[in-house]
């Protein structure tokens, strides 16, 4: 499916909730352009190290903790995080956050303006 995808002249863009770390080489392997999956849930570090540049990552901090539950610091700390660790120029990183009717008017400002930083 990924080859004829491809074939069209269009990236593949797969979804998967969870813990995916072992099976993200595969997904590159078989095709997968851009990733959703719960970064968040996987250490950061690790993911840019193995992966960055090899495939864009589509993530958001944690919409179960950070962005319900934590202060306008703690959601600039993750994008922040995110950006350390994914952004490249050779794979790069989609960033998003959802506004879910549990996210303070105060945390999706931050969230919005979190992810207008410059990479640096």
């Known amino acids: 499916m990924f ?47 193995r992966f960055a540049g090899r495939v864009c990552f589509w993530g958001e901090p944690d919409r179960q903790q950070t962005l319900p539950f934590g202060t306008p610091d703690d959601v600039r700390h993750e994008v922040r995080s995110l950006v350390d660790h994914l952004a490249c120029p050779d794979g790069g990183l989609i960033g998003l956050g959802t506004a879910m009717p549990d996210l303070p008017f105060r945390n999706l400002e931050a969230l919005l303006t979190a992810w207008n930083m410059p990479i640096e």
């Not at 995808?5 to 998967?16: D, I, P, Q, R």
């Not at 095709?31 to 970064?39: R, S």
């Not at 250490?43 to 840019?48: A, I, M, P, Q, V």
């Open 3 to 49: 080859d004829t995808v491809h074939a069209a002249g269009k990236l593949v863009f797969f979804h998967s909730d969870g813990y995916t770390l072992e099976i993200i080489d595969d997904l590159i392997e078989l095709g997968v352009d851009a990733l959703n999956t719960q970064v968040t849930c996987m250490d950061l570090s690790e993911l840019g190290r």
